[in-house]
């Protein structure tokens, strides 16, 4: 996986991570989604899109589910499901 950006500087899968892996507060762009296409097409339909910006809000209690912010408002994802996002970290 190859993207091009304006301050030439090249994406690779290097610099992604399962969104599952990041830590509250964390900010990231969604880069790849599910390869499941239902579940990538529910996400999008929640405005889950490559390259929409995330911030990871908390993790419930007991790991399951997790709270991210998406254009605007909160929502929650399974665990499983927030595994399979690509994202790429920011600061």
């Given at each position: 996986?190859?993207?091009n950006f304006s301050e030439n500087r090249q994406l690779t899968t290097d610099n992604l991570t399962p969104l599952s892996d990041l830590q509250p507060g964390d900010k990231a762009i969604v880069r790849?989604?599910?390869q499941?296409?239902?579940l990538a097409t529910r996400l999008?339909?929640?405005g889950l899109l490559s390259g929409t910006e995330i911030t990871y809000v908390r993790k419930a209690p007991l790991g399951d589910p997790l709270e991210i912010?998406?254009?605007?408002?909160?929502l929650s994802l399974r665990l499983k499901d927030a595994?399979?996002?690509q994202v790429e970290k920011i600061s």
């Open positions: 996986m190859d993207f790849a989604l599910p499941d296409r239902l999008g339909e929640m912010k998406v254009r605007g408002y909160s595994a399979a996002i």
